[in-house]
């Protein structure tokens, strides 16, 4: 902030000290070119499309607001940070967030970040293979945090399916489907995960926790 008063001044005292502009003229600062980095997931084209308007907008009187407005508009942004190069450069360093599934709600598609927040859903190349997600997300959330506390190997599960009972079928990419029961799952998942670490483990497709203190193999 000191710095920026310092060079408004230096500016000010040029301008009222001089008669013509011509040796230090403001217009020199006009921004005529943005850089957008840091980002995986969105194009640097479309980014600075939304941004054109500050194109000959001067960096000293540079209104990070109207940037803001933009920004919050495009989905996959988190945050981002602005920092002037003068004379004439803007670069915008921009936070993404990331998704760790897809939900398929009623007929609609959305990414889940790993905040839990919903993005609207566009294919990126980077995310067509997160595991699906069949219910509402307050329900994933809950779930998906459970069995984080258990250390269960989440990376294996390719589809999660939620029934009106209130309980949760997984299928891995192994095509190994886990039916939990309603209470209790975790249980169930850590004995599956006991179970993953025996010869025979890859015999079965489908273990069938529904029943209490039982397990169906097929």
Known sequence: MKKRLIIAFALLLLFSTYKSQKLFPIERFNIKEIKIENNFILNDKNLKKKLTFLYESNLFF??????EKKLKKVAFIKGYEIKKIYPNKLKIKIFEKKPIAVLQYKKKKFYISENYNLIDYVDVENYRYLPEVFGNKNNFRTFHENIKKIKFPT??????????TN????ETYEKKVIKLPTKDYIKSL???MYLSKEDNFKKYNIFDYRINNQLILK
């Open 190 to 192: 850590e004995n599956f």
């Open 167 to 170: 309980r949760w079928d997984l």
């Open 155 to 164: 990376n294996l599960i390719k589809k999660y399916y939620l029934y009106e």
């Open 62 to 67: 540079l209104n990070t607001f109207d940037i």
